[in-house]
């Protein structure tokens, strides 16, 4: 659809995508490919954490943005150190913590995890 109208500024938007199996090599071997062979403008939603850990220096160092970066480690929470991603989703104990407050305000007489109530883990 953006293409059909002539993309954006003018330049028509290739999307190329890799299964990397969530395997850090293969994640690594594809990025270079996608950055050195393809020439991508940015990366965008990459999935998973072992995955993003392993491709983000290399990324970092060749200034390639990454949009969306798929993983709620706390590891991604470092933009002075790593300013060319953006992650888009909170980190796992983030959303633990909403999850619980959830739970904790709107089921207050149910357990989470199987047995232990909010009192034994808050």
Request: charge should be positive; hydrophobic fraction near 35%; charged fraction near 20%.
């Amino acid at each position: 659809m953006v293409n059909d109208n002539g993309g954006i500024n003018g330049r028509k938007v290739r999307f190329v995508s890799h299964d990397d199996s969530s395997n850090s090599a293969t994640a690594m071997e594809l990025t270079r490919k996608l950055v050195e062979t393809d020439k991508v403008l940015l990366m965008f939603g990459s999935f998973g954490t072992p995955s993003n850990l392993a491709t983000r220096p290399y990324l970092n160092d060749s200034k390639i943005p990454r949009l969306f970066v798929a993983s709620g480690d706390n590891a991604f929470a470092s933009p002075k150190a790593f300013g060319w991603a953006m992650g888009w989703q909170p980190p796992f104990r983030v959303e633990g913590r909403i999850y619980a407050n959830y739970i904790q305000t709107d089921y207050p007489e149910r357990k989470i995890a199987g047995g232990v109530t909010w009192t034994d883990i808050g």
